[in-house]
């Protein structure tokens, strides 16, 4: 009898055994992707932006990433330390800072905000977010992604 015909058994054995690799396969991927794509929900994420000291010292801001933000960390003239979500508030796209002018920057629809994220140019309806910073004990500067209470 030639090898083309696989017994009925044979067959059933290489079936269960592919299926169950691609389920070996598809289980985790599929795990990965849903925590990647879904938000964080209920998940409050704190990050630590650098110390005081270094931050005075050798720049007044620093760019951080938390979670999928992308967030600005400011030093102002007062010694006073805020983080600015870098999602513009019109469109969702991610401003940029322009050192030489002091102002945020949206590049899709030409969004202004001050150095505060007061909108001062464009069509952002809202100003952009502020989240919440303290100092630890050891001088760390951590920004937390909970709103802050903007003066």
Not at 44 to 69: C, P, Q, V
Not at 76 to 93: E, P, R, T, V, W
């Amino acid at each position: 009898m030639p090898d083309i015909f696989i017994s009925s058994s044979r067959r059933r054995i290489l079936k269960i055994l592919f299926g169950g690799s691609l389920a070996v396969i598809a289980v985790p991927t599929a795990y990965v992707l849903t925590n990647f794509i879904l938000p964080l929900s209920g998940k409050i994420i704190s990050m630590i932006a650098g110390n005081a000291h270094d931050l005075n010292a050798t720049s007044s801001i620093r760019e951080i990433k938390i979670g999928m933000k992308d967030v600005l960390v400011m030093r102002a003239d007062d010694g006073k330390y805020s983080a600015i979500d870098l999602k513009c508030s019109h469109a969702g796209c991610t401003v940029h800072w322009i050192p030489d002018q002091h102002i945020f920057r949206c590049p899709c629809h030409g969004g202004e905000y001050d150095t505060n994220g007061s909108v001062i140019k464009g069509p952002p309806p809202r100003p952009l977010s502020h989240l919440q910073v303290t100092i630890g004990n050891n001088g760390d500067i951590i920004v937390t992604d909970l709103p802050a209470a903007v003066a």
